[in-house]
């Protein structure tokens, strides 16, 4: 059975931070290329980050040089760690899967960003 169950959200005051933990099972988790997505309320679901089975990585303008994606194959997960959080990062953040036509999601961890 696949599963992608992400962690770490919460409450957080603007300038502080977050990591954001997905754990995969039921999959080769090594092939697969892994990112984060967000959905803010109203807005359409959007990419944060993504990380290729190599390592190569690509961010979203709106959180680069604050957010950093990682991935630990030992441990079958995806991290992102998010710095410096501003009121409009608040969202689900969604883990995701993707090999070929093949794609995952997460059921998602809610982060809010307030003071």
């Known amino acids: 059975q696949v599963q992608l169950v992400e962690s770490g959200g919460g409450l957080v005051q603007p300038g502080g931070s977050l990591r954001l933990s997905c754990a995969a099972s039921?999959?080769?988790?090594?092939?697969?290329?892994m990112g984060w997505y967000r959905q803010a309320p109203g807005k359409q679901r959007e990419l944060v980050a993504t990380?290729?089975?190599?390592?190569?990585?690509t961010y979203a303008d709106s959180v680069k040089g604050r957010f950093t994606i990682s991935r630990d194959n030992a441990k079958n997960t995806v991290y992102l760690q998010m710095n410096s959080l501003k009121p409009e990062d608040t969202a689900v953040y969604y883990c995701?899967?993707?090999?070929?036509?093949?794609?995952?999601w997460g059921q998602g961890t809610q982060v809010t960003v307030s003071s």
């Open positions: 990380i290729t089975s190599g390592g190569g990585t």
């Open positions: 039921g999959f080769v988790f090594s092939i697969f290329h």
């Open positions: 995701n899967a993707v090999f070929g036509t093949t794609r995952f």
